[in-house]
């Protein structure tokens, strides 16, 4: 079963407009990655926060992680066109990447 | 400098048939992965390596086999295709193990 669960499924805001995604995930990991991905495309890696962080910044999107929780939160600042995608949140115990559902992001111009 | 390199990038194979789907990375990153992307399912891991010579299963490595005989390649082998793997494949690879994966663009297999 998958280890990460994103919410919510879809999103869909105006331009300007902050976008925020969550994910839970079921066992203590070692750390946590955010991935986007474009319609067809492969995924890009975004931004990566250990388990011992709480937080992290880089450019417009600021993630968090409560651990206690088993719960981490993706928040893209001032929204663009071109931040449309579906983003995913992947946990990692060992070598192995367990990601979630996704969220499907649709911010409109 | 080309990253993680899929091919091919369409397939349609009849059912019983075999195929090995390449993935190769040119950045000496030592872990690679496999995955399947199916429509509402997200990213579910098939097979893994930490290194040439070493690999384990994931999620749902039933139907696959791989083997990891260089840095470079790491091949996805389906030995009899069933209609339950039409997918789109994504090879990734990553420098350790707590760094971001690079993704290859996928191949998107179609079993008729």
């Known amino acids: 079963s998958q280890q990460g669960e994103e919410d919510p499924q879809a999103l869909s805001i105006q331009e300007g407009e902050n976008a925020t995604m969550n994910c839970s995930y079921k066992?203590?990991?070692?750390?946590l990655q955010w991935y986007r991905q474009n319609s067809g495309r492969g995924l890009v890696h975004l931004i990566l926060?250990?388990?011992?962080?709480r937080e992290k910044h880089s450019g417009r999107l600021r993630v968090t992680l409560d651990t206690s929780k088993k719960s981490s939160s993706l928040l893209i600042t001032a929204s663009r066109a071109a931040d449309t995608a579906s983003y995913f949140c992947?946990?990692?115990?060992?070598?192995?990447?367990?990601f979630g559902t996704g969220t499907r992001l649709k911010v409109l111009a | 400098n080309a990253g993680v390199t899929q091919t091919p990038k369409f397939q349609v194979l009849k059912t019983g048939q075999s195929m090995t789907l390449q993935c190769a990375q040119d950045?000496?990153?030592?872990?690679m992965s496999w995955y399947r992307q199916d429509p509402g399912m997200g990213l579910r891991l098939i097979h893994y390596?930490?290194?040439?010579?070493?690999?384990d299963q994931g999620e749902v490595p039933n139907g696959y086999n791989v083997s990891r005989s260089t840095t470079e390649d790491f091949p996805l082998r389906l030995l009899s295709a069933a209609p339950s793997q039409t997918s789109v494949y994504f090879c990734?690879?990553?420098?350790?193990?707590?760094?971001?994966?690079?993704f290859g663009s996928g191949t998107r297999l179609t079993v008729v």
């Open positions: 992947a946990t990692s115990g060992t070598y192995k990447y367990i």
């Open positions: 066992t203590s990991i070692n750390n």
């Open positions: 926060i250990r388990s011992n962080e």
């Open positions: 950045m000496n990153h030592e872990y």
């Open positions: 390596s930490v290194g040439a010579g070493i690999t």
């Open positions: 990734a690879s990553s420098a350790r193990p707590d760094y971001g994966y690079t």
